[in-house]
């Protein structure tokens, strides 16, 4: 079974500009998380989308957004791209269903710089 | 809201020896998941271990065990036989049992392992 896949691997984007990036979830997974990762701040939970809707989400300004499609691959835009936005973008999925465990299998991640 | 401490910055250990990397939450909560995950420089998060909080006795997993303590709110990771392959960021994450945060994981600071020869 293919694991979870995140495109692109790698990003350079300039401040103001926007970015979408991509996150197909393990197949049978409905549900996918999405992560921020920086050295100063750590991993923070970004949101999770669950059958398309957006089922939690974290601390971030509303820059921050994103969308979950029919076959479960989800996408998360920046908007208004700014210097601390550069980080590792991680995304989780799981089977997302009403059992009270589901483990969340990793991305790869996708590495953004922002110049 | 939840927070998770992992004091160790950096850990070394020797090939073959044995080696425990602390972490420390806190939580309101009675009925919880803790986790370890192993971020290789590969960079994809692998989950090491998992913790039901209402299980008393502590999770093992081959090489890999747990010192749980509620009470103290303590949850320190147990790497024995230390091999090269260990080397890699250790995060403690905390889970709620919340049906509302459920996939939300919180995590702690990491705790760079390394492995020596």
């Known amino acids: 079974k293919a694991g979870v896949t995140q495109t692109p691997r790698y990003l350079i984007k300039t401040r103001g500009q926007q970015v979408t990036l991509s996150c197909s979830p393990i197949?049978?997974?409905?549900?996918v998380s999405w992560y921020q990762q920086t050295p100063g701040q750590g991993l923070q939970f970004l949101f999770e989308?669950?059958?398309?809707?957006?089922?939690n989400k974290g601390n971030f300004p509303g820059r921050f957004s994103g969308r979950q499609f029919s076959n479960s691959r989800s996408e998360m835009n920046v908007s208004t791209l700014e210097l601390g936005d550069s980080a590792l973008y991680l995304c989780?999925?799981?089977?997302?269903?009403?059992?009270?465990?589901?483990?969340?299998?990793f991305g790869p991640g996708t590495r953004l710089t922002v110049l | 809201a939840q927070t998770v401490t992992q004091s160790q910055p950096e850990m070394s250990v020797q090939e073959a020896e044995t080696v425990t990397l602390s972490c420390t939450y806190d939580?309101?909560?009675?009925?919880?998941?803790l986790f370890w995950y192993k971020q290789p420089p590969s960079r994809q998060m692998i989950l090491v271990i998992r913790?039901?909080?209402?299980?008393?006795q502590n999770a093992t997993e081959n090489r890999f065990s747990v010192n749980f303590q509620k009470a103290a709110k303590s949850f320190s990771l147990k790497i024995s036989d230390s091999q090269l392959g260990d080397a890699a960021m250790y995060f403690c994450?905390?889970?709620?049992?919340?049906?509302?945060?459920?996939?939300?994981?919180?995590f702690g600071t990491g705790t760079r392992l390394q492995v020596t020869l």
């Open positions: 989308y669950f059958s398309e809707t957006q089922r």
């Open positions: 939580t309101s909560e009675s009925d919880y998941y």
């Open positions: 197949s049978g997974h409905r549900s």
């Open positions: 994450a905390y889970r709620s049992l919340n049906t509302g945060t459920a996939s939300k994981l919180t």
């Open positions: 989780a999925s799981s089977l997302g269903g009403l059992a009270l465990y589901n483990e969340q299998f």
């Open positions: 913790q039901e909080a209402y299980k008393q």
